[in-house]
């Protein structure tokens, strides 16, 4: 029997507002917080940024929001000039024009120094500002904001638990003990009030989905998908459910200030799990009961496959939100847990391939295939149609199925990063 407070938990600390990719946001929140220790910041000397590779791939392509540029030293310099160490996620949602030009400055001035740091973590990032007088340090790990020491002229002022590499947290922890089945029983029976707040995923992703389509921003994706299919709601509800999935995308990696509902600390994962619901709960016209019951059933099938993963590594997690939003739809058009199995179990037949090489506006072209993949799946379980358990990673249990993609992305991959990131920076310097 599954724990309800402890799914809704999981609910409340993975489904959160983000705006812009989670990763520079992390490094922005740190020198948000150094700011608000330094009493005399009339003169910067220097800032020094140390990171984890995985922190260091997702920063060097994506846009920080409203900036328009990317990369550690821009997010650093963002949360100097324009950070709410208050807001987490949204350290610098409130960024106005007449910032920009001083945050550019500074990110270009060659204050700023960024390094990857020697640790095992995940993610980690250790920022650290220097005054004419004053000296700060603030270090992070375990998870975007999850500040644990902070350091003022070499004293520490404040210290809790690090954790430990590649720790899971108590919630995570038990997400591993549920099996699907306990999602879906939670997702369709809980007392709705209490899962209520999940409306918000859809009606904050459908926002970025709509800015995504009505400007430019990175690859276009979704703008092109409308374009060039000339679609609408009647006629492809595939093409739709691509176009405004990879338009959101296209927006959060390409520098809007709208927020975004992350899963699992990723705006792309959340984005996967609610937007091909939107689409569908508008073409069927459901009430809000069902939108809502829905979005949870999404998010916490992603949230459960995620928790077999490491929170930022080499497979791509869209792919598992994918799974979620494969859930979601298959409730709203009225399908049982049997066919919910099976859409996932399929998914899992697509799933191998999806090899995450850092943030940017290639994302959209990801969250695209997760989607495409997630809608073959779909209506192959529509038609009774199931991958046999005898292919790769698909198992007769689902919740095997899932948890062997979980094996794959956390031990599987674990020469992919390093790979990638080497790539990464090899071309930094041809560019040079």
């Avoid at 989670?22 to 330094?38: K, L, Q, R």
């Avoid at 520490?156 to 720790?167: F, G, N, T």
Wanted: hydrophobic letters at 40%.
């Amino acid at each position: 029997m599954y724990n309800e407070k402890l799914l809704l938990d999981n609910l409340h600390a993975g489904v959160i507002p983000a705006t812009g990719c989670t990763e520079p946001i992390a490094v922005a929140f740190a020198a948000a917080n150094c700011m608000s220790y330094i009493e005399d910041y009339t003169y910067i000397k220097s800032i020094n940024v140390y990171v984890s590779p995985n922190i260091m791939k997702n920063t060097m392509a994506v846009l920080v929001p409203g900036v328009e540029e990317p990369g550690l030293a821009v997010a650093a310099a963002a949360g100097v000039i324009a950070g709410n160490p208050n807001a987490g996620l949204g350290v610098i949602s409130n960024i106005n024009q007449s910032q920009i030009p001083i945050i550019k400055k500074m990110a270009h001035c060659g204050k700023i120094k960024t390094k990857i740091a020697d640790v095992q973590d995940d993610l980690y990032v250790n920022v650290g500002i220097e005054t004419e007088s004053e000296n700060i340090k603030v270090y992070i790990a375990g998870n975007h904001t999850n500040i644990y020491k902070i350091e003022k002229n070499g004293q520490c002022i404040l210290k809790k638990s690090r954790p430990i590499a590649h720790e899971k947290s108590k919630l995570k922890e038990y997400m591993q003990t549920v099996s699907l089945r306990d999602i879906w029983n939670f997702s369709i029976n809980t007392q709705l009030e209490k899962i209520s707040f999940m409306k918000e995923a859809d009606t904050m992703n459908w926002q970025i989905a709509k800015e995504g389509l009505k400007h430019s921003y990175g690859l276009n994706l979704g703008k092109s998908i409308i374009k060039s299919k000339d679609v609408d709601f009647d006629n492809d509800l595939q093409s739709m459910i691509l176009a405004y999935t990879t338009a959101a995308s296209d927006a959060r990696m390409g520098g809007a200030m709208l927020p975004a509902m992350s899963n699992s600390g990723s705006g792309n994962q959340g984005i996967t799990a609610s937007v091909p619901l939107s689409v569908v709960s508008r073409y069927l016209n459901v009430d809000d009961e069902k939108i809502i019951r829905a979005q949870t059933l999404s998010h916490l099938t992603a949230i459960y496959a995620h928790s077999f993963l490491p929170i930022l590594g080499a497979f791509c997690a869209t792919d598992t939100a994918a799974m979620g939003a494969a859930a979601g739809i298959c409730y709203l058009f009225g399908k049982n847990y049997d066919v919910m199995s099976m859409a996932i179990k399929n998914m899992a037949g697509d799933a191998p391939g999806m090899i995450c090489d850092g943030a940017g506006a290639s994302c959209a072209m990801k969250v695209g295939t997760s989607v495409s993949s997630m809608y073959k799946a779909v209506q192959l379980a529509f038609d009774g149609i199931c991958i046999p358990a005898t292919n790769g990673l698909v198992c007769e249990d689902v919740d095997l199925t899932i948890r062997g993609i979980g094996h794959l992305g956390t031990e599987g991959l674990k020469n992919a990063d390093s790979a990638i990131l080497d790539i990464m920076m090899d071309k930094i310097k041809i560019e040079r």
